[in-house]
């Protein structure tokens, strides 16, 4: 018998892997060109050459038995050593490996953050819309996860929200930037602003809450965006950072965590989170990974793609009629829904197997996820589906 605390899970399996398992159906039936799914965040753009190469270079190279030995469980020295002198490169920090915990990507360090500071009934805020697994990594360890209200002209945070939100049981609270679902960036200041409530309740409530910063998708930003490095506006920030989404790697599992010398109770938390990773099974970070990033931590994907999907989709649908924020970030458009029911959207989309993500899987009932980590073809041929779709609910103009 499984337990009481996994039935719900069971029973409410994600709306995202449904819609995948949909698209895979409909491939079958009609098949795979002419299924427009936009369903899943798994980047389609491949990972750069010089990844493969490194880890080819690795494995030829290097000491086989050290490759794929254990090591401390924060990770190889030399790897975390790399991670910082190129935070302190790009970001003008002065971390050393002593801030820096290797870990099984994003998903993997958040639930190592969470795991070292909430205790049972704590609470983390965050804005909605939001990636919905949030609630699980925190509910994981007994703490509540608070939403603010999206503001939905910008979907940039709620600052007033946030204030009104922070109670004495609050112990982190959470971001994500450039943002998933919506592909904002949220900008300095903004950051400043969070700062500033934050280090207001810090003092009302008179200890430590963190800023905990998920940022998988900081490389990917268009028309000269900038993300901010919120360790420099907010002493008590921990950044979860992942190699998933910008090195197009998400099924190898690797990523950093960020705990600055200036965070409360720096040294504990950092010994934590690396016990953390260890008791939740992770152990320590895939070591063939961190064997490539010391030889390629600078590398990029081709971001050039994913911005002309995005320009195409967004030009696309926006010369249909419908509406959304224009995105600066990530591989998302947020698109308002012309119903109100956003799954009946969904559905009528599905007659021109066209498949997205309902809102209220990222806690935003009345919109609807797009995913342009597609090929180019993909949005290309869609467009005339999303016309027909928007002439059925009188959107064009
Ligand atoms: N956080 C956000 C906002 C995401 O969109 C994702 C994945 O889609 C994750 C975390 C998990 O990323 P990872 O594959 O690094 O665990």
Redesign the pocket.
């Known amino acids: 018998m499984i337990s009481q605390s996994m039935k719900p899970l069971v029973n409410g399996n994600s709306a995202v892997r449904v819609m995948f398992e949909e698209g895979n159906r409909l491939a079958k039936l009609y098949g795979r060109e002419n299924v427009y799914d936009f369903s899943l ?1 798994n980047p389609n753009v491949p990972a750069p050459d010089c990844v493969n190469q490194a880890i080819i270079d690795v494995l030829k190279e290097e000491d086989s038995v050290m490759v794929h030995g254990y090591m401390s469980n924060a990770g190889f020295s030399d790897t975390r050593e790399a991670v910082a002198s190129s935070l302190n490169r790009r970001f003008g920090t002065s971390f050393g490996e002593r801030n820096i915990l290797m870990i ?7 639930n190592a953050v969470f795991k070292s500071i909430l205790d049972p009934g704590d609470e983390v805020v965050t804005f909605a819309p ?2 919905l ?2 609630k699980n990594y925190v509910g994981n360890y007994g703490g509540v996860l608070v939403e603010v209200a999206p503001d939905t002209t910008t979907f940039q945070p709620d600052l007033d929200g946030l204030r009104a939100k922070i109670t004495e049981k609050t112990r982190g609270v959470l971001i ?1 930037n450039p ?2 679902p919506t592909g904002v960036v949220y900008s300095e200041e903004t950051i400043r602003g969070m700062a500033a409530v934050m280090k207001e309740k810090e003092k009302e409530y008179g200890h430590a809450i963190y800023l905990i910063s ?1 940022e ?2 900081r490389e990917l930003v268009y028309d000269g965006a900038k993300v901010p490095f919120v360790t420099k506006y907010y002493e008590d920030t921990i950044v ?1 950072y ?4 910008s090195l197009s790697l ?1 099924g190898e ?1 690797i ?1 950093y965590v960020v705990i600055p010398d200036e965070a409360d109770d720096a040294e504990s938390l950092f010994t934590a989170a690396t016990i953390a990773n260890r008791v939740l099974g992770h152990v320590n970070a895939p070591s063939l990974m961190q064997r490539m990033l010391i030889r390629c931590i600078d590398a990029e994907v081709n971001l050039e793609a994913y911005d002309k999907n995005r320009k195409l989709l967004y030009e696309g649908l926006t010369e249909c009629g419908f509406t959304c924020v224009k995105p600066e970030g ?1 591989f998302y458009l947020f698109v308002k829904s012309p119903v109100e029911d956003e799954n009946q959207f969904c559905e009528a989309a599905k007659k021109y197997n066209i498949l997205f993500v309902p809102g209220r899987s990222f806690a935003c009932p009345g919109y609807v996820r797009i995913a342009y980590c597609v090929s180019y073809d993909t949005i290309k041929n869609s467009l005339p589906g999303f016309r027909r779709l928007a002439e059925e609910y009188h959107l064009t103009k």
């Not at 099984?104 to 958040?110: F, R």
């Open positions: 965040g099984s990507g994003a998903a993997d360090g958040l939001y990636f697994e949030y994500n943002h998933n998920d998988p998708y979860v992942s190699f998933s989404k998400p599992r990523g990530a």
